[in-house]
């Protein structure tokens, strides 16, 4: 594990009239589902990291076929925006707000393309979709965006990955309404500053501001929002700040990726560097990297980001 000497903060200035915030590039999924297949080869666990990237793949094929329609349901008033950006409150709260009728649609979508190549537990599920409750759905949506446990049999934790690429889907439509203006600026926070929900990792970017400014990357939205250096995001503690290099295999496939430790709460969130691999993407190569956050686990260190194509509340 690498400790930094200096436990301050290191602040990289945005520049210019950079807010600190980045909306969802709109082939976000099928950049994500190419560097899943990137990362699948001869990993060991190829063929799930294989079926991911045919996920992302097919979230891609929904949002470019249905994702105007969304934006144009979903954009929220000007006043509403306002209001966000004066108190810091996400525009699209998921954890808050109501789950968009939609969403519902989106799932059946992505489940009709998936289905062919999906693994036999989630066919089995997806089988009984057409007769399972709205109510049961619904309420499944809601205990995914809000992290809650609420899944216990075999069909619902099968299908909670789906739910969580179509739930993804649809926010991130949703992001693509807006414009980088209309999320709230100057609240540096552990949450997505668009949508209220938890990062999956970190990225240092190779950006026009500067050289490794560092933005956490939305589990459900996409957004990005920029994150002080040598701060732990769950907590903003500054001091003891660690990083744990992967051992193995992962050291070898994902040199580009470590876990920043924090001994205040004891938590963990990755972090990626496109200064060493300009192809990262944090939610693909969160998922391939699994065994670090096994690593971190064994130091102490709970991981602290979220990727909803594995469930855990």
Request: net charge negative.
């Amino acid at each position: 594990m690498q400790k930094f000497l200096n436990s301050e903060e290191i602040v990289v200035p945005a520049g210019g009239e950079d807010t600190g915030k980045r909306l969802p590039s709109r082939r976000v999924f099928a950049a994500r589902a190419e560097r899943l297949r990137q990362l699948a080869k001869g990993h060991a666990m190829e063929d799930f990291l294989a079926f991911a990237a045919r996920l992302a793949d097919a979230q891609q094929n929904v949002l470019d076929r249905h994702g105007h329609a969304f934006q144009e349901k979903s954009r929220p008033d000007a006043a509403h925006l306002a209001r966000c950006r004066q108190h810091g409150i996400p525009p699209l709260d998921a954890q808050g707000g109501p789950v968009p009728a939609e969403w519902v649609d989106v799932l059946h979508a992505l489940a009709t393309e998936v289905v062919p190549h999906s693994p036999a537990g989630l066919q089995n599920a997806i089988a009984e979709l057409p007769d399972f409750p709205a109510e049961r759905l619904h309420a499944l949506a809601r205990a995914i965006l809000r992290a809650e446990e609420d899944l216990g049999n075999p069909v619902e934790l099968a299908l909670a990955p789906l739910i969580g690429a179509s739930l993804q889907v649809l926010w991130t439509a949703r992001a693509l309404a807006l414009q980088p203006c209309d999320i709230p600026a100057g609240f540096e926070g552990s949450l997505c500053p668009t949508c209220g929900s938890q990062p999956v990792a970190s990225i240092l970017r190779i950006d026009p501001a500067g050289q490794g400014v560092r933005y956490a990357t939305c589990s459900l939205c996409a957004c990005e929002w920029q994150v002080t250096r040598n701060k732990c995001v769950p907590c903003r503690n500054t001091c003891d700040i660690a990083y744990l290099s992967p051992a193995g295999e992962a050291a070898t496939l994902c040199p580009a990726v470590e876990a920043e430790t924090c001994p205040a709460c004891h938590r963990s969130l990755k972090i990626a560097s496109m200064e060493t691999d300009p192809l990262v993407d944090a939610f693909a190569d969160d998922l391939a990297t699994l065994a670090l956050d096994m690593q971190a686990d064994q130091a102490g260190f709970h991981r602290a980001g979220r990727n909803l194509f594995l469930f855990a509340p």
